[in-house]
């Protein structure tokens, strides 16, 4: 079997012959073999795909090694509430849960039905956790729960790590998910699958820091049913290079979403948010907005799709939205916002935007005494403040005040 995969993968490089290699000692998995075949079918996405033209995993991951630093802090670190960590595809999991929320170990490997769509969720999917250990873990929230779940995801000098979760939030129920991606692993690759059920309701609250030797893959595959409503927001300060891919269907009548996000790149650091929205039901309502700064040597980068299909998406409202800010000259952003709409009853629109720093606020604030670093920092914060109004407030607070804590340590905005 890991001969016949290792065949379909083109001028195979070193790290993808030993992805084959781990896969093959994972033991015969009918779910397991789809999505490693799917995953082989293209071997690490390249720039010779177009959805993944400006985000080369196969050139940044020649070798597949671990990092020479430690991971990044988390700022959710106080917050309280259940904790499961991902550490070296290791599950460590809460002693106490509240109520209204189970988390289960699945010893086998879930049918992962979006394979060919998704090739990081697939290898994921096909590799998560450790072998006689945990593949995944399945979350179910029955009522709505009094504390946030967090998820932390990073290791110690890992090579890799690969890990699974699946939620359902049951009719009625409701649950605050935060997740800290800090990093540690050569690739760290996570997987979610997001069911909401009729009435259910969600957030999701996303905090991403790797660094300059690590490549990071965050898939989350949403369904949302009837009268459901989700709210994502992310906070990304990239790595060597970093994808964070979102791919929500609207299953039933009156379902709802927000997706906002902000990336903050430094030099060296790769940002990619990814997303593709299918509104596959009548009345859904979609709002997505995403701000990024980026500074000389950083990338950011946004792929943005509403899918409207005929006949089932009628009175669609979705509108999305994209602006960035170079914040000095080599600073580097790559915007591609898309509507494919195939009814003739909805409200759809997108619009993006790259600039600088307005001269005309910068020049009011000096004339105050204020310096130009700090000017262009408080400005800079202003305006990718606005991605954070839909999180709870706990999470908020946190994510602005690490977004000004990464703008005034920045002192080559200056």
């Known amino acids: 079997m890991a001969t016949d995969l290792k065949s379909i993968i083109t001028n195979a490089n070193t790290t993808e012959l030993e992805l084959v290699a781990r896969y093959a000692m994972r033991g015969e998995d009918p779910r397991r073999e789809r999505a490693f075949s799917a995953f082989a079918a293209t071997g690490l996405p390249h720039r010779r795909m177009e959805a993944w033209r400006w985000s080369d995993f196969r050139a940044a991951l020649p070798m597949l090694e671990a990092p020479k630093g430690t991971p990044n802090a988390d700022p959710f670190a106080a917050l309280q509430g259940p904790v499961i960590e991902i550490n070296a595809s290791r599950y460590i999991l809460p002693s106490d849960l509240p109520v209204g929320l189970r988390i289960l170990e699945r010893p086998d490997a879930d049918a992962f039905s979006r394979a060919e769509e998704m090739p990081l969720g697939a290898l994921t999917a096909a590799l998560a956790g450790r072998k006689g250990a945990a593949s995944g873990?399945?979350?179910?929230?029955?009522?709505?729960?009094?504390?946030?779940?967090?998820?932390?995801?990073?290791?110690?000098?890992?090579?890799?790590?690969?890990?699974?979760?699946?939620?359902?939030?049951?009719?009625?129920?409701?649950?605050?998910?935060?997740?800290?991606?800090?990093?540690?692993?050569?690739?760290?690759s996570f997987l979610l699958d997001f069911t909401l059920q009729e009435g259910a309701s969600a957030t999701r609250t996303l905090y991403q820091n790797g660094a300059g030797d690590e490549a990071q893959a965050i898939t989350a595959n949403i369904r949302s049913a009837s009268a459901a409503r989700y709210a994502q927001t992310a906070l990304a300060f990239g790595a060597r290079i970093t994808r964070i891919e979102t791919h929500l269907t609207h299953q039933e009548t009156g379902s709802q979403a927000v997706l906002n996000a902000a990336y903050l790149a430094a030099s060296g650091r790769h940002v990619d948010f990814t997303s593709h929205i299918r509104h596959g039901a009548e009345a859904c309502t979609t709002r997505q907005l995403t701000k990024g700064a980026v500074l000389d040597g950083g990338r950011g980068i946004f792929q943005g799709k509403f899918m409207v299909p005929r006949g089932v998406g009628q009175r669609t409202d979705a509108a999305m939205q994209h602006h960035a800010l170079l914040l000095e000259d080599g600073a580097e952003v790559f915007a591609k916002p898309e509507l494919e709409i195939y009814a003739d009853d909805v409200e759809c629109a997108h619009g993006n935007t790259c600039g600088a720093l307005d001269n005309n606020q910068l020049f009011y604030m000096r004339q105050r005494g204020i310096p130009e670093h700090e000017a262009k920092a408080m400005l800079t914060q202003a305006f990718v403040a606005e991605a954070f109004d839909q999180a709870p407030d706990f999470a908020s607070e946190i994510l602005l005040s690490t977004a000004q804590t990464w703008l005034g340590a920045n002192k080559a905005i200056a």
């Open 137 to 188: 873990l399945a979350i179910e929230v029955t009522e709505p729960v009094a504390e946030p779940l967090r998820i932390i995801a990073r290791s110690e000098r890992a090579e890799a790590n690969l890990a699974r979760i699946s939620v359902i939030v049951r009719p009625g129920a409701h649950i605050d998910l935060v997740e800290s991606h800090l990093g540690g692993a050569g690739l760290s």
